[in-house]
């Protein structure tokens, strides 16, 4: 398997656009997150999908921020209107039964930087 | 509620020294434990996954237990290599309404000098 595939891996986006970040992960897990890292407030969970559905999204920061889970192999984050504050590495991960009863596999991140 | 501590917050040691991190759990309720290493700039590679059945866990020259009637959790590295710098995490469970998902605290930022 070739693991979390996360794009892409570097976004430069100007204040006020639309951004798009999406995420595969690996086949067959049934939960997958969405984590943001920044120097300040270190890795914060955004929100987590089981079977597609979205159990906890408290941590989306603000209406601006919302992700989606078509289907088993996809999800995307999307931030509209984008803000310099934005700006940090997100992250996805993916696990077969969640934590702590399995294991976490992280994708290698889009570095988002909002001018 | 369910938090973590990393004990020391940052460590610089010589190369070649055996060395130990640790995570402290407020709740000792604790199934598994997966610790991770991050690199600057680059994301989170997870090193050993401690089943709730097992007490540590061995890969090459790491080593991790888990002591669920403490709440403790130990990293050892032996023979410390300048490539095993990286920040590493231990990230905790959060118990929210019984759905399950991984919490990480600030971890232990590591610098082995050559």
């Known amino acids: 398997d070739a693991g979390v595939i996360q794009s892409p891996r570097h976004e430069v986006t100007e204040m006020g656009q639309e951004v798009t970040l999406r995420c595969k992960p690996i086949?067959?897990?049934?939960?997958l997150f969405w984590y943001r890292q920044t120097m300040m407030r270190g890795l914060e969970l955004l929100i987590y999908?089981?079977?597609?559905?979205?159990?906890?999204d408290s941590g989306m920061p603000e209406d601006r921020f919302s992700a989606k889970m078509p289907n088993a192999s996809f999800s995307t984050l999307k931030i509209q209107p984008s803000e310099p504050r934005d700006s940090a590495v997100y992250f996805c991960?993916?696990?077969?039964?969640?934590?702590?009863?399995?294991?976490?596999?992280f994708g290698s991140g889009t570095r988002l930087t909002v001018v | 509620k369910q938090e973590v501590t990393q004990i020391p917050a940052a460590l610089s040691v010589p190369e070649g020294e055996n060395l130990v991190l640790n995570c402290s759990f407020t709740?000792?309720?604790?199934?598994?434990l997966q610790w991770f290493r991050q690199d600057p700039g680059k994301g989170l590679t997870s090193l050993l996954l401690i089943q709730s059945s097992q007490r540590e866990q061995t890969s090459g020259r790491l080593n991790a237990s888990l002591d669920k009637s403490s709440g403790r959790s130990t990293l050892y590295i032996a023979a410390s290599q300048p490539g095993d710098s990286a920040t590493y995490l231990c990230?905790?469970?959060?118990?929210?309404?019984?759905?399950?998902?991984?919490?990480f605290g600030a971890g232990t930022r590591l610098t082995v000098k050559p």
């Open positions: 991960a993916s696990s077969l039964e969640g934590y702590p009863y399995d294991g976490y596999t």
């Open positions: 086949s067959g897990h049934d939960y």
């Open positions: 999908f089981n079977n597609n559905v979205p159990i906890d």
């Open positions: 990230p905790y469970a959060a118990n929210r309404g019984g759905n399950n998902d991984m919490r």
């Open positions: 709740d000792s309720a604790i199934y598994n």
